[in-house]
């Protein structure tokens, strides 16, 4: 979000009996970010959409700056998630448009979750709307951001606002990370369509066995590349099984993430700060469960939406849980 680096992070949709959406955020400095319980009296006032209140109560992830909730990721009351993931160099916002709903990027995620109940109502309102080139503040610069979009019915979008406009795509893979577009991950995808969590077919004449299990996955990439870990999570999330209950889908989306995560000192950056896993978040949007780990803390901590009192108008903040927590049994 605003005043952040140039982070990188991966966000995932996830079907099963149920729906769950969430990411990873991959930094080199947390920026004290909260759970963040928006309710649906809580005046949200925008820049140039006036003051919106009565809307649908939201959760999620962010910074709260000046009373005002700069989410990183979060869902509504409905069902309806998105995630701002890192964009530079691609991102482009435009000067105010006359005849389209102006909505700053750090006032999107409210716009689009606390008007719209399901996938079908965003993509209708995203017709209407041009992403203005106006900061929070002086401060608070814009970051360069493209979004995953989901819904606990099935709806899957990505939206990069790029020079040549507003691309509102279909994401039949429910996977987003950072550079290049959206349209080349797709692309990169198809040189590893012969990965298989099968083992590998003999193709040669010589009398050939596979020597480990797992080598029909072989050319899985490991690297901590946003290209490669587009790869990885799309692999991890098509192959892995779906649990008997929500508990166990929890617990498989929270692996997906793992498959993604990065380890202090694993990449360093051009001024030699270390980036790592700040956090990952899984988003029950049926239930309306924010789960979540820090990189401190590998326990689940958990806030859920319907403990609140929906009605209010206070923002509310919950601390992350960053101490590690170990359960000794003797």
Excluded at 1 to 29: I, P, S
Excluded at 37 to 65: C, E, N
Aim: glycine share 8%; hydrophobic share 35%; aromatic share 12%.
């Amino acid at each position: 979000m605003e005043r952040m680096r140039r982070n990188m992070c991966t966000a995932v949709y996830f079907q099963a009996k149920d729906h769950f959406f969430g990411r990873t955020l991959d930094v080199e400095k947390p920026y004290g970010q909260q759970v963040l319980f928006t309710p649906r009296q809580f005046p949200f006032s925008f820049r140039r959409m006036g003051k919106m209140q009565g809307h649908h109560a939201i959760l999620g992830m962010g910074i709260p700056v000046e009373g005002y909730p700069l989410y990183f990721d979060a869902m509504n009351e409905c069902g309806l998630a998105m995630a701002g993931l890192n964009f530079p160099g691609n991102a482009y916002y435009f000067p105010e448009t006359e005849g389209k709903e102006n909505v700053s990027p750090f006032e999107f995620i409210p716009w689009v979750l606390g008007k719209c109940a399901d996938g079908q109502e965003a993509k209708k309102l995203l017709e209407r709307i041009s992403l203005w080139d106006l900061p929070f503040s002086d401060d608070w610069p814009l970051s360069p951001l493209h979004w995953l979009i989901a819904d606990k019915n099935g709806v899957c979008l990505t939206v990069e606002s790029m020079e040549d406009g507003l691309h509102i795509t279909e994401n039949p893979v429910g996977v987003l990370t950072n550079n290049p577009p959206f349209s080349y991950h797709m692309t990169h995808l198809c040189d590893y369509m012969q990965l298989s969590r099968l083992p590998p077919v003999n193709q040669f004449g010589a009398n050939l066995k596979p020597y480990s299990r797992g080598m029909g996955a072989m050319g899985l990439p490991g690297d901590m590349s946003s290209a490669s870990r587009f790869v990885r999570a799309a692999f991890v999330k098509e192959k892995m099984t779906t649990g008997k209950n929500n508990q166990e889908n929890v617990n498989q989306f929270f692996h997906v993430l793992g498959a993604v995560e990065q380890p202090l000192g694993c990449v360093q950056l051009e001024d030699g700060q270390l980036e790592f896993t700040d956090y990952a978040g899984c988003m029950h949007l049926e239930k309306g469960i924010y789960y979540y780990k820090t990189y401190e803390n590998s326990g689940l901590s958990a806030v859920d939406m319907h403990r609140e009192n929906l009605e209010g108008d206070e923002l509310k903040a919950f601390s992350l849980r960053r101490e590690m927590s170990v359960f000794y049994q003797n």
